[in-house]
């Protein structure tokens, strides 16, 4: 399985409310965010870690730099005007093989993520597993619509389902064609991209997570690391 984390955000918010350092190097119980992601990727039999940080996160960079890992990393450095172009630049990355994406901010217990790599892993009849949950923790929370199967039939920004989405995609490299045309096509937020993949007949079904947390606030770091200290 390949990973790959989306860091290139400016974490504008955490910058605002005083925190100075990126938010990819933000601590929680003692270890950075994108620290804690390396080491539950490569504890979920990790082949390889891609991850784009933007180009002002030098602090980032030279972290990164500084890793001694087990499988191969790849970083990218470049700023993007969204997450899924982000995406897009992760790409080369992340063929021949399922991958799995998350955003560096996305908390959520390592047990929990195993069982979903897993289900993922053995499921060759699916296109995409996406995290989803019923607790909402998201400023602007992306909703998800499935059926008794739990076959995702798509996606909304109004509160028309119980799952919202957690911000973790497993996919098989055959969207990524589909990825590229969307580029093409000027689409530019992941949750189109999601909503693109349900109308191009991807078969995505939803894996549910009891919880998964955002950090985008300050509060949200403590809160973060009390929800860790549960597993």
Request: hydrophobic share 40%; net charge negative.
């Amino acid at each position: 399985m390949k990973y790959a984390i989306i860091a290139a955000g400016e974490g504008s918010r955490l910058v605002e409310e005083g925190i100075s350092v990126p938010k990819p190097l933000v601590h929680l119980n003692g270890i950075s965010m994108i620290d804690r992601l390396i080491n539950i990727f490569v504890r979920n039999k990790a082949s390889s870690i891609a991850i784009i940080v933007n180009e002002y996160m030098k602090e980032v960079q030279i972290h990164l730099q500084s890793l001694q890992l087990p499988v191969p990393l790849n970083v990218i450095v470049k700023s993007t005007e969204s997450s899924m172009h982000s995406f897009y630049e992760l790409m080369p990355y992340l063929k021949e093989e399922k991958f799995c994406l998350t955003t560096v901010d996305t908390i959520f217990h390592e047990k929990e993520f195993s069982g979903y790599i897993s289900e993922f892993s053995r499921n060759n009849e699916i296109d995409g597993l996406m995290a989803v949950t019923d607790y909402i923790d998201d400023e602007k929370p992306l909703y998800v619509k499935t059926n008794e199967e739990m076959t995702i039939t798509g996606f909304s920004s109004e509160p028309n389902s119980k799952f919202v989405s957690g911000g973790i995609y497993c996919l098989s490299p055959n969207v990524l064609p589909l990825l590229q045309e969307a580029v093409e096509k000027g689409i530019s937020r992941m949750r189109n991209f999601q909503q693109a993949m349900v109308e191009a007949g991807v078969l995505l079904k939803a894996y549910p997570f009891d919880k998964i947390v955002d950090v985008d606030h300050v509060e949200d770091i403590n809160k973060a690391e009390k929800f860790i200290r549960t597993e």
